[in-house]
Nanobody, 119 residues
Framework: QVQLVESGGGLVQAGGSLRLSCVAS????????MDWYRQVVGKQRELVAL???????NYADSVKGRFTITRDNAKNTVYLQMNTLKAEDTAVYYC?????????????WGQGTQVTVSS
């Protein structure tokens, strides 16, 4: 059984920073791409940032230059450093990953962590 657990969400003023963490645990052989999505009530979940096993990254245009995704493979952890936060960044942020476990590659989601940016 593989689990993704996020932490680091909260309330912050516009212009501030937060760092989200996501730890993968369980019977893990290897982790491929890991990414962060976010969702606002009534809207589709959107991809914020992804990081491949080799370390290459992609970002949504709306967060380029403000957010940075990194990973620590030894700790099975992915981070999202969010700077210069805006009110429109308010959402539930979800960690997602493609993980090899027990001979099968499958995608897993965390439970989500709320980020609220006050203007």
């Amino acid at each position: 059984q593989v689990q993704l657990v996020e932490s680091g969400g909260g309330l912050v003023q516009a212009g501030g920073s937060l760092r989200l963490s996501c730890v993968a645990s369980g019977s893990i052989f290897s982790i491929n791409t890991m990414d962060w999505y976010r969702q606002v009530v009534g809207k589709q979940r959107e991809l914020v940032a992804l990081i491949r096993n080799g370390g290459s990254t992609n970002y949504a245009d709306s967060v380029k230059g403000r957010f940075t995704i990194t990973r620590d493979n030894a700790k099975n952890t992915v981070y999202l450093q969010m700077n210069t936060l805006k009110a429109e960044d308010t959402a539930v942020y979800y960690c997602h990953g493609w993980i090899w476990s027990n001979g099968v590659a499958a995608e897993y989601w965390g439970q989500g962590t709320q980020v609220t940016v006050s203007s």
